[in-house]
């Protein structure tokens, strides 16, 4: 019963998106270099600042922007990718959302929502979805649509993924992320 009441909130959300939010462009593509940046955000309600450079030294990352903090399909997202967080560390890979909705709010979505399991970063005025290419307007505010990048670590974007619907997010993250990490053994 609960999944059918979060399926009918994701379908609910994804309607009211898509009749009151347009893409301004396509996200950036496979092979593209990923912008650097830099963003304040909450890892277990802490805050810190989030460095794309220095989480790149450690190996993949997985970034996701998503619309806006406790909006139904971003909590469920957050929900799927908290619980992902194990698996994607577990080849090396490092999980960071990003939002420009609700920014005021990225502490307590990191603790409630993504579960202590990964960095929440606040993206006001939309200026690194701009760069990702990744924005929509709604009710006159340029927000970041929900989109899924896999960056490896020299900067080249291995997985681009725009989709409403959160539900495929993480499995199409996952499966670029094994396919890198398969193709590039961690040294032990």
């Known amino acids: 019963m609960k999944r059918i009441k979060s399926l009918v909130c994701t379908l609910t959300m994804t309607a009211a998106l898509g009749l009151s939010a347009f893409n301004a462009g396509a996200a950036l593509p496979v092979g593209a270099k990923a912008p650097n940046f830099e963003l304040q955000g909450a890892l277990a309600g802490k805050p810190l600042t989030f460095s794309l450079e220095k989480a790149l030294q450690k190996g993949p990352v997985v970034l996701y922007f998503f619309p806006a903090a406790f909006s139904a399909g971003c909590t469920i997202e957050a929900h799927d990718f908290a619980e992902a967080t194990d ?5 090396g890979a490092t999980v960071i959302g990003v939002t420009a909705g609700n920014t005021d709010q990225v502490s307590d979505f ?3 929502e993504c579960r202590d399991k990964f960095t929440v970063a606040a993206d006001p005025g939309a200026k690194v979805a701009a760069q990702y290419q990744t924005t929509m307007q709604m009710k006159g505010k340029t927000l ?3 989109t899924s990048y896999v960056i490896a670590p020299d900067g080249d974007i291995l997985l681009s993924y725009t989709d409403r619907n959160p539900d495929t997010h993480i499995e199409k993250a996952l499966a670029a992320v094994k396919q890198y990490d398969a193709s590039h053994p961690q040294a032990n």
Not at 87 to 91: H, I, Q, R, V, Y
């Open 110 to 112: 990191s603790k409630l």
């Open 87 to 91: 698996s994607f560390s577990k080849m």
């Open 144 to 146: 970041s649509d929900r």
